[in-house]
């Protein structure tokens, strides 16, 4: 009986980080009422910290992670350009 519980764990571990990707481009639009932000793309990622959207401005070169959870691409990180201008 351990065996095929213990397969059956494997696999959902394994399903789950199907969900999980990494993508990049420019912020189109940043939603504070709905913590989303847009992609030059068009998709939409939802952040899970309201203190993250004053960093983040149209125009800038984002990469994100995130995990999709109940139809929704959540940022479980993000990296932003240097700002050494």
């Given at each position: 009986?351990?065996?095929?519980?213990?397969?059956?764990?494997?696999?959902?571990?394994?399903?789950?980080?199907?969900?999980?990707?990494?993508?990049?481009?420019?912020?189109?639009?940043?939603?504070?009422?709905?913590?989303?932000?847009?992609?030059?793309?068009?998709?939409?990622?939802?952040?899970?910290?309201?203190?993250?959207?004053?960093?983040?401005?149209?125009?800038?070169?984002?990469v994100?992670?995130?995990?999709?959870?109940?139809?929704?691409?959540?940022i479980?990180?993000?990296?932003?350009?240097?700002?050494?201008?």
């Open positions: 009986m351990r065996i095929p519980i213990g397969a059956v764990a494997a696999m959902l571990l394994i399903s789950t980080a199907a969900f999980a990707g990494q993508t990049e481009g420019l912020i189109k639009e940043v939603d504070k009422d709905t913590l989303t932000l847009t992609l030059d793309d068009g998709k939409s990622y939802k952040l899970n910290a309201e203190p993250a959207l004053d960093a983040l401005k149209p125009g800038m070169d984002i994100i992670a995130y995990d999709e959870t109940n139809g929704e691409n959540v479980t990180d993000m990296q932003l350009p240097d700002s050494t201008e």
